[in-house]
């Protein structure tokens, strides 16, 4: 790949680039499935007729599923989902399956220090999909945003004064700090009710679910129109 043009992305080891006068190809591969996709359709027809050259291989058309996604398009634009993917699961099992959260190698001693361990593991995911959008030429100068409800972490980590409460978790404060400072991230402060996250660790309503559905811009592609 390297010998026609295509690098091996830093941020992720299956995606290939090559960048050629404002025109960008990627290559995505998962052992034996790839993805081939970008803004240049002779570059695209280059790579496939280049692979097919090398391997044996099937043009299975424009791209529909993949890895458990399903990928629909309209005038709207594209969606994806994991309809089919969720229903072998409930098919297999014959019950609800629940993902199980990572849980922090430490105990927290207090919910703000537990809101550290989270903010400090949410900002190094967030500067990993910044490089990897860099690399695929989507450049944004404006601030990270990372929505936070406890008011008293949102306070520690805007002036970390030293105290005997948050030495132990100093290090994660610090690291916060840093990014705030440099205007990459940002930590604005919100109600525990706007919280989006809560869709993804408690127990909440329907009614709930669904708000939270829609402030987050998943809708049911199923739904009868």
């Given amino acids: 790949m390297r010998a026609f043009g295509y690098h ?6 299956t995606l290939l680039l090559k960048k050629n006068q404002g025109e960008i190809t990627t290559l995505i591969v998962y052992v034996d499935d790839m993805v081939v996709t970008g803004n240049g359709p002779e570059e695209r027809e280059a790579l496939q007729g ?22 629909s398009r309209s005038n709207k634009g594209i969606f994806l989902s994991q309809r089919k993917y969720d229903l072998d699961l409930l098919r ?7 993902w199980r959260s990572k849980k922090q190698n430490v105990i927290a001693r207090s919910s703000v220090e537990a809101e550290f ?6 900002v190094c995911e967030a500067l990993w999909l ?12 404006q601030p990270i945003k990372l929505y936070c409800d406890n008011k008293v972490a949102c306070d520690i ?22 990014k705030l400072d440099e205007k990459i991230v940002e930590l604005p402060h919100i109600r525990s009710e706007d919280q989006l996250a809560d869709i993804l660790t408690k127990a ?7 708000k939270l559905l829609s402030k987050l811009g998943i809708w049911d592609i199923y739904v009868p129109t």
């Avoid at 361990?117 to 949410?122: H, S, V």
């Avoid at 910044?130 to 100068?141: E, I, N």
């Avoid at 002036?159 to 100093?170: A, G, L």
């Fill in 157 to 178: 980590a805007h002036n970390p004064v030293q105290h005997d409460r948050t030495k132990h978790v100093e290090i994660d404060i610090f690291f916060i700090k840093e």
């Fill in 130 to 141: 910044r490089l990897l959008l860099q690399d695929l030429g989507c450049v944004s100068k």
């Fill in 50 to 71: 280049y692979l097919s050259r090398e391997f044996k291989m099937k043009d299975l058309g424009p791209l529909k599923y993949f890895l458990g996604i399903e990928v």
């Fill in 117 to 122: 361990r989270g903010i400090a593991r949410g």
């Fill in 8 to 13: 091996q992305n830093s941020s992720d080891h």
């Fill in 204 to 210: 909440i309503s329907s009614r709930e679910f669904l």
């Fill in 92 to 98: 297999e099992t014959g019950n609800l399956v629940t």
